[in-house]
């Protein structure tokens, strides 16, 4: 089994910050691309940011510049440092990972999600 537990989320005002952390555990030969995607009441589940195994990193528009997507391989764990805060951030953030198993399957998988307010 693989799981993939996220901490960091909470209410924060506009302009303020947080840091969103994602640990993936269990049978794991390797974890590949990581990402963060979130959605917002009514609306579809949108991505973040997603990152490679060897550190390339993609972004959407609307985080470019605020957002920044990291990863410790050792610890098959992607972090999420969300700054200059919107009240439009406000969501529940999915983590994301592509991972290949001990028994040589390859699978996505996809965290609980954690909540993001942003007050105005």
């Known amino acids: 089994q693989v799981q993939l537990v996220e901490s960091g989320g909470g209410l924060v005002q506009v302009g303020g910050s947080l840091r969103l952390s994602c640990a993936a555990s269990?049978?794991?030969?390797?974890?590949?691309?990581m990402g963060w995607y979130r959605q917002a009441p009514g609306k579809q589940r949108e991505v973040v940011a997603t990152i490679t195994r060897g550190g390339s990193a993609y972004y959407a528009d609307s985080v470019k510049g605020r957002f920044t997507i990291s990863r410790d391989n050792a610890k098959n764990t992607v972090y999420l440092q969300m700054n200059s805060l919107k009240t439009e951030d406000t969501a529940v953030y999915f983590c994301?990972?592509?991972?290949?198993?001990?028994?040589?399957?390859?699978?996505?998988?996809w965290g609980q999600g954690t909540q993001v307010t942003v007050s105005s």
């Open positions: 994301n990972a592509r991972i290949l198993k001990t028994s040589l399957s390859v699978s996505d998988y």
């Open positions: 269990g049978s794991i030969f390797s974890v590949n691309a």
